[in-house]
C-alpha cells in the first residue's frame, strides 16, 4: 500500500499486477514543425473581406460619434439637473427667511394689539359717552335690520328704507 498527500488528504492505493498505477507521469510533449511565414504577394484578399473590413471602420466611427454625442446629452442633463437643484435649494432659503419675516411681524402685530387693548379702559369710554356727551342705548324702535350683500362692510350713501 502507498501513500500519497494531495492537498492535505491522504489517499491510499493499492498495487497489484500489472494494472498499478504510474505515479507522477507526464505524456511527451509533441514537436511541430516551424511554419513559415506566408509571402504578402502570395496572400489573397478576398473582395468580400475587404468590404466587411471598411464596414467595420465606418461602423466605429459611426459608434463613436453617436456615443460621443450621447455623453454630451448626457453631461449637459447633469448640469441643468444640478443647477435645477441649486435653485430650489435658494428658493427654500428664501421661503424660509420669509416665513421667520412673516412671524416676526405676527408678534410685533400681536403685541400692538394687546398693549392698545389693555391701554384702553371701556368703562372710561361707557362713562365719558354717557355722562358727558350724553349718550344713550337705542330704543327697539330705532334698530332697523336689513340684509347686505357684504355683511363685514357696510357704506351708507342715503338714508336706510323703512322696510
Not at 491522504?10 to 494494472?19: D, F
Not at 489573397?44 to 465606418?58: C, D, F, G, I, L
Not at 454630451?72 to 441643468?80: D, I, K, P, S, T
Amino acid at each position: 500500500m502507498r501513500r500519497l498527500d494531495s492537498r492535505n488528504e491522504e489517499r491510499y492505493y493499492y498495487i497489484e499486477g500489472n494494472a498499478a498505477r504510474k505515479l507522477n507521469t507526464v505524456p511527451q510533449r509533441e514537436v511541430r514543425p516551424n511554419r513559415q511565414p506566408v509571402p504578402e504577394r502570395e496572400r489573397k484578399t478576398n473582395a468580400r473581406v475587404e468590404k466587411n473590413a471598411q464596414r467595420a471602420k465606418a461602423f466605429d466611427l459611426r459608434y463613436t460619434m453617436a456615443l460621443v454625442v450621447a455623453t454630451v446629452f448626457l453631461f449637459g442633463a447633469c448640469v441643468n439637473m444640478l443647477s435645477l437643484q441649486a435653485d430650489i435649494t435658494e428658493q427654500r432659503r428664501q421661503i424660509a427667511l420669509l416665513e421667520s419675516n412673516l412671524n416676526e411681524l405676527k408678534d410685533t402685530n400681536n403685541e400692538t394689539s394687546k398693549r392698545l387693548d389693555s391701554s384702553v379702559d371701556l368703562t372710561k369710554v361707557y362713562d365719558f359717552a354717557t355722562q358727558e356727551l350724553g349718550m344713550v342705548y337705542p330704543g327697539n324702535d330705532q334698530v332697523v335690520s336689513y340684509k347686505a350683500s357684504n355683511p363685514d362692510y357696510v357704506k351708507q350713501f342715503k338714508d336706510v328704507p323703512k322696510e
